[in-house]
């Protein structure tokens, strides 16, 4: 649709309150919105509450939206109902952190209001301005329903906090039309803007036709005239519906994070989207050609969630974001239930975030690794060390000293014998099916070895998390990382599917790592230095709390070496 001429610098006049906007009537939600603020001081404890993942008091979450940093002051926005635990009513919650693990709730951020929004408010993501002043593109669903792009900017500059933002009366800047041939039902996500070297500014919105994927280009010299480009950034066949598509720069010196809208020979690009189809993600490495606009995966790439991906368990709708106060880039990543929806309503809310992760690009250029932010680590308390130690085949050993519902575990694995490895059939190429087929429980010659974390005395629930080296061809090592739900609880209503991914590292010159962060319902696991990550989610009957346990083990024939360090970890402050 058109839309009046309006300058940046006029529109950040009027921002900064030389003159007046037409601003819209905020009352939709006003008495649900404040209802979270209220509900952070009424928790009641129960099993399977997290201790220091982000989770509001109550409801249903999804997507992390919108991440920033401004004036030193964390900001989360996601998705939230007000109304209930399950999905509906969608707002943009809002909760603020200085440290990334203590979180401070205030009022619903953006909530239905206009036309273009009315029926509800969904994902996007912030851009910060020349002058370091953030704005919000989201998308709004209008009384068509149809799905369009939205433009919110705060109403306070000086409020670190951000805690009301306004809406352009020129909303909605982005729709559908016939004429620009966009599937109404399939228009969501912008992603972080960022500016080109002709000045004007770009933004990617997920789509599809038929069952390809696509990631919509749009461009503007003000940030509030959009023109559809002529072609997407880039595409992929067979992928179907793109949610949450993110596009972002990665330095291939150093861990350094890099501003969005930056580019150069020292450069290389991700490209990630969230599959709509599978509830999976995946992203590629590549080239952004500025001059033509348009991403090219490098040689090789695999375009669908059967490529790399940040976390091969449960994790979805990720978004990243510079911080800029220590040159990283930060992942964020929604954890969804693995419980049945009438428990979910039973207990009262759903969804947690994941921690939030450095992300860089691996020193091969060929992958991303990633790690939890180290301010997680001022949580950790009463702190064990695990011994150099060999831990026989068929053996069991409890870590104690720490709450093992609650815990940060680091173990290193050495192999020093690889002549009984088992030998990778080239038809075991899908990693899921195959620690879905190998399981904890079944025996091989180099593993399983690994952890058995929130495990019941006795071992009638336990989810291990465990590693299988295999022969395969040139004789060279194949590693096989899961995460096995299997026996994670006796509560049969649950989803107890099991994960794997095969790590990229070699073993006979490497030690293989493994880092667990353990939270009552909650596993997320770092493999091979951050190279592979699975998060689970799980609901133990027996080991709960107190009555959980935690085992370092090995089911393989042949020993291995452990060492490592475990500790407990104290609550975090999440209203």
């Given at each position: 649709m058109a839309i009046s001429s309006f300058s940046l610098y006029c529109f950040l006049s009027l921002w900064l309150g030389q003159a007046l906007l037409l601003q819209a009537s905020h009352h939709v939600y006003r008495n649900l919105?404040?209802?979270?603020?209220?509900?952070?001081?009424?928790?009641?404890?129960?099993?399977?509450?997290?201790?220091?993942?982000?989770?509001p008091p109550k409801?249903?979450?999804?997507?992390?939206?919108?991440?920033?940093?401004?004036?030193?002051?964390?900001?989360?926005?996601?998705?939230?109902?007000p109304k209930g635990a399950v999905w509906g009513n969608i707002v943009w919650a809002h909760s603020t952190s200085t440290d990334l693990v203590n979180w401070t709730p205030h009022d619903a951020a953006i909530y239905p209001s206009q036309p273009s929004d009315i029926n509800g408010c969904w994902s996007g993501s912030a851009t910060i301005l020349?002058?370091?002043?953030?704005?919000?593109?989201?998308?709004?669903?209008?009384?068509?329903?149809?799905?369009?792009?939205?433009?919110?900017?705060?109403?306070?500059?000086?409020?670190?906090?951000?805690?009301?933002?306004?809406?352009?009366?020129?909303?909605?800047?982005?729709?559908?039309?016939?004429?620009?041939?966009?599937?109404?039902?399939?228009?969501?996500?912008?992603?972080?803007?960022?500016?080109?070297?002709?000045?004007?500014?770009?933004?990617?919105?997920?789509?599809?036709?038929?069952?390809?994927?696509?990631?919509?280009?749009?461009?503007?010299k003000d940030f509030l005239n959009w023109v559809k480009a002529k072609h997407p950034l880039h595409s992929a066949k067979k992928t179907g519906m793109w949610e949450c598509p993110d596009f972002y720069p990665v330095s291939i010196k150093g861990q350094n994070g890099l501003h969005t809208s930056e580019n150069g020979p020292d450069v290389k690009h991700v490209l990630k989207a969230s599959l709509d189809n599978t509830k999976r993600e995946y992203?590629?490495?590549?080239?952004?050609?500025?001059?033509?606009?348009?991403?090219?995966?490098?040689?090789?790439?695999?375009?669908?969630?059967?490529?790399?991906?940040?976390d091969y368990g449960k994790f979805y709708a990720s978004k990243t974001f510079f911080d800029s106060s220590k040159n990283r880039r930060i992942l964020w990543g929604w954890i969804n239930e693995s419980s049945s929806v009438e428990d979910d309503i039973k207990k009262g809310w759903s969804g947690i975030q994941a921690i939030p992760r450095k992300i860089w690009l691996d020193k091969s250029g060929k992958q991303l690794v990633q790690w939890p932010?180290?301010?997680?680590?001022?949580?950790?308390?009463?702190?064990?060390?695990?011994?150099?130690?060999?831990?026989?085949?068929?053996?069991v050993h409890e870590v104690l000293g720490v709450t093992?519902?609650?815990?940060?575990?680091?173990?290193?694995?050495?192999?020093?014998?690889?002549?009984?490895?088992?030998?990778?059939?080239?038809?075991?190429?899908?990693?899921?099916?195959?620690?879905?087929?190998?399981?904890?429980?079944?025996?091989?010659?180099?593993?399983?070895?690994?952890?058995?974390?929130?495990?019941?005395?006795?071992?009638?629930?336990?989810?291990?998390?465990?590693?299988?080296?295999?022969?395969?061809?040139?004789?060279?090592?194949?590693?096989?990382?899961?995460?096995?739900?299997?026996?994670?609880?006796?509560?049969?209503?649950?989803?107890?599917?099991?994960?794997?991914?095969?790590l990229k590292v070699d073993p006979l010159h490497e030690k293989l790592s493994l880092r667990s962060l353990i939270d009552h319902s909650v596993v997320e696991s770092f493999a091979g230095q951050g190279k592979a990550c699975i998060t689970a989610r799980v609901y133990p009957t027996l080991a709960i709390d107190v009555d959980a346990h935690l085992y370092a083990f090995n089911y393989g024939t042949d020993d291995v070496k452990i060492t490592g360090s475990a500790w407990s970890l104290k609550t975090a402050e999440i209203n």
């Open positions: 919105q404040t209802s979270l603020v209220a509900d952070s001081h009424h928790q009641v404890k129960e099993p399977y509450r997290t201790g220091y993942h982000f989770q409801n249903w979450i999804n997507d992390p939206n919108g991440p920033l940093i401004y004036k030193g002051i964390y900001h989360l926005f996601y998705q939230y109902n020349p002058g370091g002043k953030p704005v919000i593109l989201y998308t709004g669903i209008n009384p068509q329903n149809q799905q369009v792009q939205n433009l919110a900017y705060p109403k306070n500059l000086s409020d670190p906090y951000l805690r009301e933002w306004t809406k352009v009366p020129q909303n909605p800047l982005m729709a559908p039309t016939q004429a620009n041939q966009i599937n109404a039902s399939s228009f969501r996500d912008p992603t972080t803007a960022w500016l080109g070297p002709d000045k004007r500014w770009r933004v990617i919105i997920g789509s599809k036709r038929d069952q390809t994927g696509f990631a919509i280009l749009y461009r503007s992203y590629t490495i590549g080239t952004y050609n500025i001059h033509k606009d348009i991403y090219i995966p490098d040689k090789g790439s695999v375009e669908s969630d059967a490529g790399l991906r940040y932010v180290a301010e997680i680590e001022k949580l950790r308390e009463k702190g064990v060390k695990l011994p150099s130690s060999v831990l026989k085949g068929g053996s093992a519902a609650q815990a940060d575990v680091a173990i290193t694995f050495e192999i020093s014998d690889f002549k009984k490895a088992e030998v990778l059939d080239p038809s075991w190429t899908d990693p899921q099916l195959l620690c879905s087929q190998k399981n904890a429980s079944v025996k091989g010659g180099l593993g399983p070895f690994g952890l058995l974390v929130l495990a019941s005395k006795g071992l009638k629930e336990y989810t291990a998390v465990f590693y299988r080296i295999f022969k395969g061809h040139n004789n060279k090592y194949v590693v096989l990382l899961c995460s096995d739900q299997s026996r994670s609880s006796l509560n049969q209503d649950n989803d107890k599917t099991t994960y794997g991914a095969f």
